[in-house]
């Protein structure tokens, strides 16, 4: 009879586990996320900062709802617009901020810290964009969305970009969390990802994305390096 009791406490305890889980991950799949798009360097009156938007929760109503849509906009301008705004920061970083320091502070490194702050902002946008929608199918047109921006710069030849869209689309919560909405990109669009993760793979100290870029430089071809 201890042994039941026993087992039945366990089950409790896994139950309610199991329950806080659900709960946790509806916050996060649920919550409206405010992305922050200012990565993309618009005006603050532009509509791609006009982006308070909620595909899930029913609190907020329809009026509230701002028309920002990624699915809306041009990939290949998208993918522009940011090689263009990674050009312009990589351009103005010194010598002096390459060298190794422990000393260093963000104010003595600031180019190359903002480098950092956008890749950062760039992950986190995919995730949360992705995340936004509440059904798998509209999920798939996002990553979809997102790999179309990549296979762009990856076209332009912006190395920096390209590895920060394949990681953020590789990440755990996208790539294992989402398995059925992946189930649901189309084979086109997992072929050019699987192709565009074999460049930007770190093996080697990512020998790949360092031997792309010395052939640019060799042709004299314009690129954006990692």
């Given amino acids: 009879q201890q042994q039941m009791d026993s087992f039945f406490q ?12 659900k709960e946790r991950i509806n916050i996060i799949y649920n919550k409206c996320f405010i992305r922050d798009t200012s990565i993309f360097g618009f005006d603050d ?8 938007i909620c595909h899930t929760s029913p609190s907020v109503s329809e009026n509230e709802i701002k028309k920002y849509d990624i699915l809306k906009e041009n990939s290949n301008s998208i ?9 312009n920061l990589l351009s103005k970083v010194t010598p002096k901020e390459l060298i190794p320091s422990i000393k260093k502070k963000d104010l003595t490194t600031p180019y190359v810290y903002q480098l950092i702050q956008k890749a950062n902002k760039l ?12 059904h798998k199918s509209m999920r798939a047109k996002v990553i979809e969305k997102f790999i179309q921006i990549a296979n762009g710069l990856y076209m332009m030849n912006n190395f920096n970009d390209l590895l920060t869209v394949v990681s953020a689309l590789g ?6 969390n989402l398995s059925k909405s992946w189930n649901v990109v189309t084979k086109k669009y997992k072929e050019i990802y699987n192709y565009l993760k074999e460049i930007v793979t770190f093996e080697d100290s990512y020998k ?10 060799e042709n004299k071809i314009k690129f954006t390096p990692y």
Wanted: negative net charge; charged residues 30%.
């Fill in 123 to 134: 992950n986190l946008f995919i995730i949360e964009e992705i995340l936004s929608y509440d």
């Fill in 171 to 176: 990440s755990f919560i996208i790539q294992n």
């Fill in 79 to 87: 993918a522009k617009k940011l090689t263009d705004i990674t050009n």
């Fill in 45 to 52: 009156d532009d509509d791609w900062l006009d982006n308070r």
């Fill in 10 to 21: 366990q089950l409790s305890t896994i139950k309610s586990i199991n329950d806080d889980y």
């Fill in 208 to 217: 790949t994305i360092r031997e792309m870029s010395a052939k640019c430089y």
